[in-house]
């Protein structure tokens, strides 16, 4: 950030940790949500100043990080897979408890991108079904029906450990 102007350090310093939190919830991997928040943060302080009169650049910056996310699923994705990690790992507790401790986390993150990225955009951000649309490039009738079908598959991969007991005897 060497050159950068003074509020978009402070900027980052301030809501690195909740973006980065934010970009895991998208990808489900750590590595990718902070390689996905630095991408958007740089976006941001090339239209800072622009950004910054528009008094929300945090709007802005998680609205890059959802379309960015999108457009790598979207893609076709070609890796080559090497042996050394060359990169250090962000470590965030508050991203390592929810792995820990939360049986939902696992079923999310093994859903689609498409119905991760609607679930997160609708129950995490409280994105309107249109605003969904918008984003994603997809139609309202869309979001609707992956968000039925990813919570039918949260329910059912919640049902087995979660057995009503109305009507046991004990």
Do not use: C
């Amino acid at each position: 950030m060497a050159g950068a102007e003074p509020a978009f350090e402070e900027f980052v310093r301030a809501r690195w940790a909740a973006l980065v939190r934010y970009g895991y919830v998208l990808t489900a991997n750590p590595h990718d949500a902070a390689d996905l928040t630095q991408e958007a943060l740089a976006r941001l302080g090339a239209a800072w100043p622009r950004v910054q009169r528009r008094d929300n650049p945090e709007a802005y910056v998680r609205t890059t990080m959802a379309r960015l996310h999108i457009s790598r699923w979207r893609r076709a994705r070609r890796e080559r897979l090497v042996s050394d990690v060359p990169d250090r790992p962000v470590v965030d507790p508050a991203i390592e408890r929810v792995d820990a401790s939360d049986e939902l986390w696992p079923a999310v993150a093994a859903l689609p991108p498409r119905q991760r990225a609607v679930l997160v955009l609708r129950y995490y951000e409280h994105r309107s079904d249109d605003e969904i649309a918008e984003l994603l490039g997809i139609s309202r009738g869309t979001v609707r029906s992956q968000a039925a079908r990813a919570l039918d598959k949260l329910r059912a991969t919640a049902a087995p450990h979660h057995q009503p007991t109305a009507g046991r005897r004990g």
